[in-house]
């Protein structure tokens, strides 16, 4: 849903959003949505040159943006970065290594590593320096600029950045990168309210495209188009949101830029008091908005279209739109345009009861938001409104906002002339003239300057020139139409000829048909037979199957017997040995042994020869360590485990850490025989992807301590385990004691 803030501009500055946001993310879906399945296809059939190093590039930036923001998309992407970075060295390709370098960059931006990024992108431009690789510079700046925010802390260097990618554009001779820099610039600019700096960079940014024609250029236009509304220049602004309309129908876009489009235009007519082309764009840009699925934008089309109702007098229809977007919208965020608007339409009613309590509504919003300025000034002026109506003069002397602040605000001028009206009309029923006078002569001179914008010949021809091109396109759609439907009886002609074709070659075709079904008798009785030869040898193949798995049972049987005996005899062999080491080794090696003896017994015990079910397995083996150890007194355990399923070769490795990890937590977690617990987790995601968390509330381990340099054999043998599982291992020590073990299942073992 939208802000509070951006809700309350909505109504008296209607614009949707930047064009660089809508720009980058309408590039964004189409990329995600169009061009991976034709990069693999390409990638698939290329040899190893430069081709290839670039379809590389280009498929690690499909997973960098593609929508989702997944782990492993990050990671395709990176792997597809180094895949090419190694083959541009290979080939001595000095741009794909810039592009690689600048891949990287960008990755790591995304995952918000920003100082690495940075670095990489800083090595990337003293790399393509060293090799005047200008085109790859320009696009550096570009990606920095991209990392900054909008905020005044941040736009003058976004600025400086994109003005370094635009020169070395220019210096590449890459006008169509240069051409969009340019309109970035512009609406950086027009982000600042620099206006008549943005204008030169949109300009020339259209020039450049139309040098290389590039025809996709309704962005800029509608930039344009948006600035010039705010400078109130009416007629440039209504000639170039035309113009993008024509493009987007001529480039057969339907995006949410379209949208905008049409939003952008209906808001310069209703500025112009033009209503009922206002309502026809904003019934083309909720069409646009519907089709994409975007809320925000349908809930502006009609808020706009309420506005314009309201001043088109059509109240009981203006009311009833808005009554349905309370119902479908009722968040609290919209409730300063919904009253702003309903204080409107209920005293063109004179419904001045009705007026009071959103009156209220409002001056209720000033207090929970006192330093919004906008709030303060839709409140003062439908404020104005009720207490003139009403005949309350004296009690409409409220803090009021100047026509400059409003001005800087950037507030729609047919508002600022109703500012002024109420203003000088209050003024004059209590007698302040000069001040009445005052404000009449600006309301006069804002209202003339519309009524002049509106009359003009130039502005006519304009409004005349757009509406025959549009009914031009509509006589053209009518004759495609004409010439389909002639083309569909054609059609139609030789459906029939097809069809009276069709049954005599059907009469023919059950002739042959009857004689195949002589045939298929005959070679079903041989086919008989053949069967039957098959069932016998099924039947053999099917004993020798048994006999195998009563082979792979007793193999496990014997394993988990033969690892019993070692148990044994290193139990005997402890009752000659004084040495504690030497007996804890011993201890230590029963255990592990313990936990494979448990696989096998599983794997002789189960109809399931492949796979340990890891639930009863974790359970059996806490319960033997729980026996071993005797800690029912001090140490409770805590499972959480999933019915997951793991080979031989994942199960006996998970085992032996279970084993070391709870060895370690009863031995030296709690001293002292303190009591505590220790959780264990096992958990399988969609991915199939397992984790596997040990944690106890103990001492925790001591400071200083270092995965990669300690010498303990728990540890070590934990963290190859780990390895041997294609896993890791992550050790965290806070508030006792945390071993996470991430790894995936093996591929046979994954199901849908």
Known sequence: MFSLKSSLILLLKPVLF???????????????????????????????????????????????????????????????????????????????????????GKIYHEKGDEK????????????????????????????????????????????????????????????????????????????????????????????????????????????????????????????????AVKIAQRQKDHS??????????????????????????????????????????????????????????????????????????????????????????????????????????LHLLTKEFPDDKIIWLSFNIVSLKYHFFTRQFKSADLPLYSRDAAEKMKINISVLIQYELYWSKIDSALGNDPSSLKHYKIYKTLNDSIVNQRNSKQMSELQLQYDTENKDQNIRLLTQQSQLQKTEIHNQEIIRNVFIGGVLVLLVFSGLMYSRYLLKQRANEKLAIKQEEINGQNVILQKLLDEKEWLLKEIHHRVKNNLQIVISLLNSQSAFLENEDALAAIQNSQHRMHAMSLIHQKLYQSENMGNIDMHWYIHELVNYMRESFNTDRKIS?????????????????????????????????????????????????????CVLDIADN??????????????????????????????????NSDAGLILTITFKKNRQLVTD
């Not at 793991?646 to 030296?668: C, F, M, R």
């Open 698 to 731: 103990g001492i925790g381990l001591p400071a200083g301590f270092d995965l990669n340099t300690i010498e303990s054999l728990g540890m070590s043998l934990m963290q190859g385990l780990s390895e041997q599982l294609d896993g890791s291992l992550l050790v």
């Open 256 to 361: 949410l830029m379209l949208a905008v489009i049409y939003i952008r235009l209906a808001s310069v007519y209703v500025q112009m008091q033009q209503y009922d082309n206002a309502i026809i764009a904003y019934g083309k840009g909720l069409e646009v908005a519907e089709m994409n699925h975007d809320a925000n934008a349908v809930n502006e089309i009609r808020l706009g279209t309420i506005t314009t109702l309201r001043n088109m007098k059509k109240y009981k229809q203006a009311l009833a739109m808005l009554k349905s977007v309370v119902i479908q919208y009722p968040d609290r965020n919209l409730r300063r345009i919904m009253a702003y608007e309903f204080c409107n339409i209920y005293l063109d009613l004179e419904r001045y009861k009705d007026v009071r309590k959103y009156v209220d509504t």
């Open 116 to 243: 690495r990024s940075l670095v990489i992108l800083r090595k990337t431009i003293n790399y393509c320096n060293f090799y005047h690789l200008y085109e790859q510079i320009g696009e550096v700046y570009r990606e920095m600029g991209f990392h900054l925010s909008n905020d005044d802390f941040n736009i003058e260097k976004k600025i400086s950045y994109h003005k370094k990618a635009a020169e070395y554009f220019e210096k590449a001779s890459s006008k169509m990168l240069l051409a969009r820099s340019l309109e970035m610039l512009g609406d950086l600019y027009q982000y600042k309210d620099d206006y008549d700096t943005a204008i030169p960079f949109l300009k020339r940014s259209i020039a450049i495209s139309d040098s290389i024609g590039d025809k996709d250029t309704q962005g800029v236009y509608n930039l344009l188009g948006y600035i010039y509304y705010y400078k109130q220049n009416n007629f440039n602004a209504l000639k170039n949101l035309q113009i």
């Open 18 to 104: 930047t064009a660089l946001a809508l720009m980058q993310t309408v590039f964004v879906f189409a990329q995600t949505q169009n061009d991976g399945e034709l990069i693999k296809s390409k990638l698939a059939n290329s040899e190893a040159d430069i081709n290839r190093a670039d379809l590389l590039i280009d498929l690690g930036t499909y997973y960098l943006i593609k929508l989702g923001e997944l782990k492993t998309d990050m990671d395709s992407a990176m792997l597809l970065k180094q895949q090419a970075l190694v083959l541009s060295k290979k080939l001595n390709y000095t741009r794909g290594i810039a592009k690689s370098m600048l891949l990287e």
């Open 637 to 689: 355990f805590t499972l959480d485990v999933n019915p997951v399923d793991l080979d031989v070769a994942q199960a006996v490795p998970l085992g032996l850490i279970l084993n070391e990890a709870i060895t370690n937590s009863i031995k030296y977690a709690f001293p002292e025989n303190s009591k505590g617990k220790v959780s264990i987790s096992l958990k399988q995601t969609n991915e199939a992807v």
